[in-house]
């Protein structure tokens, strides 16, 4: 499962929802959880905050465990959650909203978390750290994969599922990416 933190900051406006709005789309398309850190927003336009609502609705439609919140002031998280009718969790730091993720995400069956697909399965690869080098079936570019799970190829857009022999290279701990968001 790929975890994306998304670090927000300045004033939260119709440019910012938008950009927010199609990372999540992307982010999306594959199994992964968004924690959304609003420690750096500034404010919030009104006239953005139905578009915060509706990425943060479209987030949860796709599963109530896949959202949590960071550093979010008491008025914008009062704003939000009066506008949504499902409860949101938020966190006093990143480290706390990460360990809810981990351990909400941790029990799910792997035909949730889209391991079990229709795409092609990657099984060569080669390990440096904790990143992965894998061929795209699609184009053959050497791509550098950080988690197990779907992808997509940046080339050629296909879709592939990476799972590696975990008994012959041990999965290391749960690594995040990070999406900043002016």
């Known amino acids: 499962m790929r975890y994306i933190v998304i670090n927000l900051s300045g004033v939260f406006n119709a440019s910012l929802a938008e950009k927010l709005k199609e990372n999540v789309?992307?982010?999306?398309?594959e199994s992964s959880v968004i924690l959304l850190d609003f420690s750096k927003v500034e404010s919030?336009?009104?006239?953005?905050?139905?578009d915060l609502v509706s990425v943060i609705e479209t987030i949860h439609k796709s599963g109530s465990d896949r959202l949590a919140f960071s550093n979010i002031?008491?008025?914008?998280?009062e704003s939000i959650s009066s506008r949504v009718s499902f409860e949101i969790p938020c966190f006093e730091?990143?480290?706390?909203?990460k360990s809810y993720l981990e351990e909400k995400n941790q029990t799910r069956p792997q035909e949730i978390l889209g391991l079990h697909?229709?795409?092609?399965?990657?099984?060569d690869f080669t390990k440096k750290g904790d990143i992965y080098y894998i061929f795209c079936p699609g184009c053959s570019v050497k791509l550098r994969i950080r988690s197990i799970g779907n992808h997509a190829c940046p080339a050629c857009k296909t879709r592939f599922l990476f799972k590696p022999d975990i008994e012959d290279h041990p999965v290391e701990a749960t690594h995040y990416e990070t999406i900043s968001l002016d």
Do not use: P
């Open 44 to 50: 919030i336009e009104q006239s953005s905050l139905l």
């Open 93 to 97: 730091s990143k480290e706390r909203a």
């Open 117 to 123: 697909t229709q795409y092609v399965q990657v099984l």
């Open 25 to 29: 789309l992307d982010i999306l398309q």
């Open 73 to 77: 002031s008491n008025f914008i998280y």
